[in-house]
């Protein structure tokens, strides 16, 4: 065989001879490529497995840890949620609505094959500026793509995150995370076990759409991306939503042994992982696999990614059980081969063995690469810059507004409008709070959800900026009056190949990884998307965290906002915030720099703490964290319904203390008559909380020992906020 | 009052719908599109969601589903129908209703909370209501821009049929007000008989002050008596 033929398939001429190597024998060109892709980076996670190992993984909660289609957590009264996040990077570049479409749709399957009723879809998107029109468009298909997809299968959009830099111009991040309720008897688990059982596939036809995407995704975008446009697959929710419900009847039906979406590298993929996690071997004649288009080679067959279909073995004798689910629904079922104890995955076609390959080499035996990693210049000299000479450069009112018109900082109305958030009428807390809030029906309980990654820390400290998604997804899931159970994870970087990413992968997985012991909070599994690179440049490090919470009494679902006049309001951690990576140096200063204080993860935790025992005793009226734009921010953000006044102490510098960033400050409301056990609780547990002022009036208004910070009208200050994306999107 | 449900495939809502008159203290059964009678049942919901994907055109397909014709006998026969979202899409494609639900003005998907006037509250539907009351309900929909002809819309208005309009908070039923580009705000409107109502807005999902409201609980308490 050339050696163009494997090299362009994306396996190295090394991995080629371990192959061969491994199989005593040359490999079929099939061969090659189910070896291509299951050795992608993007299947085999080859350079990250030894990072990832050093995640914090069980618990007295975790049902099902990583590994599987999606994590599981334990949250009482026989009943679990699952989730996960993945990420659609590469296809929503260059066919947005599709490419997020698809994104959402995949993680859906990876939800209800676990045999869980998918409830939630987060999404934490990033792009380029909307100053560029490429930019604006992908942002708009990307939108569309998301609500198109999750509104007609039914699953509200309950939440996410959305940040606009120009590290992400030309490579936007679309990831998608899915949450589902199921009860501990119907966990279900993507394993083919039993010889002699069949093997069936459901669902959609099978065609030439996506072959190839998991290589191409393994790859930098270039010009040439553009042309890779078949490797973009194309979403049918109407057929999924089918998919869907016919899955969960086999589930519950108690008729399936093991089940399995096929996402990634089809039919390849989906057979060697199952067979893997069996320890068994899977035999399939493609002859039978039904298709959509004529003419197709079994190479085609394996490697195709039509979406909305999955893999399901069946105990023996079941076969017409699961065509009757199907059938009613519409879909098609059809045996295509059975389980084996040799250990093989075995193709045939036409009576003839296409292919022969030792499922082991394909999962467990995949290489493991141990890249070298080295810390960028950048880091160095970005940490030196001194930021003490800030000044503001316009009034605190000026600036307030002008940051209230960033689109990073504004509200996310103009995209959750199109999603629908309420759909399975258990939405509690809608999108634009801290957190997303769902109902657990008849059980009293509530599930808070979030996204979070300030991408722009993470470019200047990984380490603190893995930590701090972890902890910032706490504090939102904490202001909701929920407790943080456990974390997925979507590892967005550029090329591993590059020792200075490797660096910043390592980095921020640390940083993951010791806030999430400081937290306890697993993580139960994620993704990771790496090349994320155009000819210009390598994104911001991006670990994004997908968090769930639970409220064990949904009763004491705590407001993100003022919900009336009249109300102490209280300043809970340091009065002056940090300039260094914050919003306001980026837009006014162009600084992306500036040194970060080690991340006290045990203080953050105690100051956790606090909020949760003061909502668990009925003392807060509102909670809310200051982070992006700042104190003045936060409070813009409060005063849905009710003005506000606050009082610094004397002699605060106004730059940090209305604009500054950094962890564990937080606005609290303390409910009528509570505001002194309010302050008796934070004395106990020496928490730095002070009374700054009360809600009412029409006005926001800040001053510092009774001097004058700024103010300005409510209405004026909300209206920036809530119409300033909008407008940029029909301008 | 006995219940059904009909659950199209792409149906969304009809759990929501089976969850409101959970609260509002009634049970409905859910009837899957592929049965043919509706006997025995007093009220048929056709619920929201996308039926067949809402390919083609919305709730073009769904008309063909093997339960519609004896829905429409229903109908016929004055029993109660209650399309919502695309329930109401459905209804108008059937013929049970006039007009047709267009691409939103804006051609985006909208779901956001929205101020309703109560137009007509002498219908079995709404009579829980005060006559003009503004009720608060959610709408969820790209395709919910209400159209009729000038004769039509005449019809309607001078027979009272327009039974709930999209208007301000102020109550106006002006441009502001009118979230999609319907023909004079309309929201919901009901047949000559008062027996089929379509409405664009879902009162399933103001039925609870935790999910954003009690607004909708008014014609479920109309519809109980």
Same mark, same amino acid.
């Given at each position: 065989m050339e050696a163009q033929v494997?090299?362009?398939? !994306?396996?190295?001429?090394?991995?080629?001879?371990? +192959?061969?190597?491994?199989?005593?024998?040359?490999?079929?060109?099939?061969?090659?490529?189910?070896?291509?892709?299951?050795?992608?980076?993007?299947?085999?996670?080859?350079?990250?497995?030894? &990072?990832?190992?050093?995640?914090?993984?069980?618990?007295?909660?975790?049902?099902?840890? %990583?590994?599987?289609?999606?994590?599981?957590?334990?949250?009482?009264?026989?009943?679990?949620?699952?989730?996960?996040?993945?990420?659609?990077?590469?296809?929503?570049?260059?066919?947005?609505?599709?490419?997020?479409?698809?994104?959402?749709?995949?993680?859906?399957?990876?939800?209800?094959?676990?045999?869980?009723?998918?409830?939630? &879809?987060?999404?934490?998107?990033?792009?380029?500026?909307?100053?560029?029109?490429?930019?604006?468009?992908?942002?708009?298909?990307?939108?569309?793509?998301?609500?198109?997809?999750?509104?007609?299968?039914?699953?509200?959009?309950?939440?996410?995150?959305?940040?606009?830099?120009?590290?992400?111009?030309?490579? %936007?991040?679309?990831?998608?995370?899915?949450?589902?309720?199921?009860?501990?008897?119907?966990?279900?688990?993507?394993?083919?076990?039993?010889?002699?059982?069949?093997?069936?596939?459901? !669902?959609?036809?099978?065609?030439?759409? !996506? +072959?190839?995407?998991?290589?191409?995704?393994?790859?930098?975008l270039t010009e040439e991306s553009e042309s890779r446009r078949s490797a973009v697959q194309v979403g049918d929710p109407f057929m999924e939503k089918l998919l869907m419900e016919a899955c969960l009847e086999l589930i519950q039906a108690g008729v399936l042994v093991g089940i399995q979406d096929m996402g990634a590298a089809g039919l390849t993929c989906s057979s060697a992982e199952m067979a893997g996690r069996g320890g068994s071997g899977i035999e399939m004649n493609l002859d039978l696999v039904p298709r959509r288009e004529t003419g197709m080679t079994p190479y085609e067959i394996m490697l195709s990614e039509s979406q909305e279909r999955m893999l399901v073995v069946p105990k023996t004798g079941c076969e017409a059980r699961v065509e009757e689910v199907l059938t009613r629904w519409d879909l098609e079922a059809t045996t295509i081969g059975r389980v084996t104890d040799d250990g093989l995955l075995r193709l045939t076609e036409q009576g003839r063995v296409v292919a022969e390959i030792p499922v082991a080499a394909l999962t467990d035996e995949a290489p493991v690469y141990d890249r070298p990693a080295a810390q960028p210049a950048y880091i160095a000299e970005l940490r030196a810059a001194d930021l003490s000479g800030l000044r503001l450069r316009l009034s605190p009112e000026e600036t307030l507004l002008a940051l209230l018109r960033n689109p990073t900082v504004a509200a996310k109305s103009w995209v959750y409008r199109q999603y629908d958030?309420?759909?399975?009428?258990?939405?509690?807390?809608?999108?634009?709070?801290?957190?997303?809030?769902?109902?657990?029906?008849?059980?009293?309980?509530?599930?808070?959800?979030?996204?979070?990654?300030?991408?722009? @820390?993470?470019?200047?400290?990984?380490?603190?900026?893995?930590?701090?998604?972890?902890?910032?997804?706490?504090?939102?899931?904490?202001?909701?009056?929920?407790?943080?159970?456990?974390?997925?994870?979507? @590892?967005?970087?550029?090329?591993?190949?590059?020792?200075?990413?490797?660096?910043?992968?390592?980095?921020?997985?640390?940083?993951?990884?010791?806030?999430?012991?400081?937290?306890?909070?697993? &993580?139960?599994?994620?993704?990771?998307?790496?090349?994320?690179?155009?000819?210009?440049?390598?994104?911001?490090?991006?670990?994004?965290?997908?968090? &769930?919470?639970?409220?064990?009494?949904?009763?004491?679902?705590?407001?993100?906002?003022?919900?009336?006049?009249?109300?102490?309001?209280?300043?809970?951690?340091?009065?002056?915030? @940090?300039?260094?990576?914050?919003e306001y140096a980026s837009m006014f200063e162009g600084l992306v720099a500036g040194a970060l204080p080690p991340l006290d993860l045990a203080a953050l935790r105690a100051r956790l703490e606090f909020i949760l025992t003061a909502n668990e005793r009925g003392l807060l009226a509102a909670a809310h964290d200051i982070t992006e734009g700042g104190l003045a921010v936060a409070l813009t953000e409060m005063a849905a319904a009710t003005g506000v006044r606050v009082d610094l102490p004397a002699g605060s510098a106004v730059l940090p203390s209305l604009f500054g960033e950094g962890p564990g400050r937080f606005i609290l409301a303390a409910t009528a008559g509570a505001e002194r056990e309010l302050a008796a609780l934070a004395a106990e547990r020496e928490q730095p909380l002070r009374r700054a002022g009360e809600t009412g009036g029409e006005e926001l208004i800040v001053t510092a020992g009774g001097a004058p910070c700024f103010a300005l009208p409510r209405a004026r200050c909300r209206a920036a906020y809530e119409n300033a994306l909008g407008d940029i999107m029909l301008a | 009052m006995k219940i059904g449900i009909v659950r199209f495939p792409g149906s969304n809502c009809e759990t929501d719908c089976l969850e409101?008159? #959970?609260?509002?203290?009634?049970?409905?059964?859910? *009837?899957?599109?592929?049965?043919?009678?509706?006997?025995?049942?007093? *009220?048929?919901?056709?619920?929201?969601?996308?039926?067949?994907?809402?390919? *083609?055109?919305?709730?073009?397909?769904?008309?063909?589903?093997?339960?519609?014709?004896?829905?429409?006998?229903?109908?016929?026969?004055?029993? /109660?129908?209650?399309?919502?979202?695309?329930g109401f899409q459905i209804l108008t494609e059937c013929g049970l209703l006039p007009g047709a639900l267009l691409r939103n003005a804006g051609l985006s998907f909208i779901c956001a909370p929205q101020c /309703?006037?109560?137009?007509?509250?002498?219908?079995?539907?709404?009579?829980?209501?005060?006559?003009?009351?503004?009720?608060?309900?959610?709408?969820?929909?790209?395709?919910?821009? =209400? =159209?009729?002809?000038?004769?039509?819309?005449?019809?309607?208005?001078?027979?009272?049929?327009?039974?709930? #309009?999209?208007?301000?908070?102020?109550?106006?039923?002006?441009?502001?007000?009118?979230?999609?580009?319907?023909?004079?705000?309309?929201?919901?409107?009901?047949?000559?008989?008062?027996?089929? *109502?379509?409405?664009?807005?879902?009162?399933?999902?103001?039925?609870?002050?935790?999910?954003?409201?009690?607004?909708?609980?008014?014609?479920?308490?109309?519809?109980?008596?």
């Open positions: 494997w090299r362009e398939m !994306g396996l190295s001429d090394e991995e080629y001879a371990a +192959i061969t190597a491994r199989l005593g024998r040359e490999p079929n060109y099939l061969e090659v490529g189910i070896f291509a892709v299951m050795w992608s980076e993007h299947c085999s996670y080859k350079t990250s497995k030894p &990072v990832l190992r050093r995640f914090p993984t069980t618990g007295p909660r975790v049902l099902q840890g %990583p590994g599987e289609n999606a994590g599981i957590l334990d949250i009482g009264d026989g009943l679990a949620v699952a989730f996960k996040m993945e990420s659609h990077n590469h296809p929503s570049a260059i066919e947005p609505y599709q490419g997020a479409a698809t994104g959402v749709g995949g993680i859906l399957r990876d939800i209800f094959t676990m045999g869980a009723r998918p409830v939630a &879809v987060l999404d934490a998107l990033r792009f380029g500026p909307l100053t560029e029109e490429s930019n604006k468009l992908l942002f708009r298909g990307v939108v569309q793509g998301i609500g198109g997809y999750g509104n007609s299968i039914g699953i509200p959009t309950v939440g996410g995150d959305v940040y606009f830099d120009a590290a992400f111009s030309g490579n %936007p991040l679309v990831n998608a995370m899915a949450v589902g309720l199921l009860r501990h008897a119907d966990i279900a688990t993507g394993a083919a076990r039993g010889a002699g059982n069949p093997v069936m596939i459901v !669902g959609a036809r099978t065609g030439r759409d !996506g +072959i190839h995407g998991a290589t191409f995704a393994s790859v930098e958030h309420q759909v399975g009428t258990n939405t509690a807390a809608l999108p634009g709070g801290d957190a997303a809030v769902l109902r657990v029906r008849g059980a009293g309980k509530g599930l808070a959800l979030t996204t979070d990654c300030n991408c722009r @820390l993470a470019y200047m400290d990984p380490y603190y900026g893995g930590a701090w998604a972890v902890a910032e997804a706490a504090q939102n899931i904490v202001c909701t009056g929920a407790r943080p159970i456990g974390i997925t994870d979507c @590892l967005n970087f550029g090329n591993p190949e590059h020792p200075e990413v490797f660096w910043q992968f390592t980095e921020a997985c640390a940083g993951v990884t010791a806030a999430c012991l400081a937290f306890d909070t697993p &993580v139960t599994g994620g993704n990771v998307s790496f090349y994320n690179e155009t000819p210009e440049r390598a994104i911001y490090p991006a670990p994004m965290i997908g968090m &769930v919470g639970l409220l064990e009494n949904i009763g004491k679902i705590c407001p993100n906002v003022f919900t009336s006049a009249g109300q102490d309001v209280f300043l809970l951690g340091e009065t002056e915030g @940090l300039l260094a990576g914050s | 409101a008159w #959970r609260v509002m203290g009634c049970e409905a059964d859910m *009837l899957w599109h592929r049965e043919t009678s509706v006997r025995g049942y007093d *009220l048929v919901v056709l619920p929201g969601g996308f039926s067949y994907g809402d390919y *083609l055109r919305t709730g073009a397909i769904a008309r063909f589903s093997p339960i519609m014709p004896d829905v429409i006998r229903h109908a016929r026969e004055g029993g /109660l129908v209650w399309g919502i979202c695309n /309703l006037r109560v137009e007509n509250n002498a219908t079995v539907f709404t009579r829980a209501y005060a006559p003009g009351q503004i009720a608060r309900m959610p709408i969820n929909h790209g395709e919910g821009n =209400y =159209y009729i002809d000038a004769a039509g819309l005449e019809e309607l208005e001078s027979e009272g049929r327009v039974v709930f #309009r999209y208007v301000s908070a102020d109550g106006a039923a002006d441009a502001a007000g009118n979230p999609n580009g319907s023909v004079q705000n309309i929201a919901g409107i009901i047949s000559r008989e008062g027996n089929v *109502l379509g409405m664009m807005p879902h009162p399933e999902r103001a039925v609870e002050q935790l999910i954003g409201g009690e607004d909708g609980r008014g014609m479920f308490r109309s519809l109980l008596g």
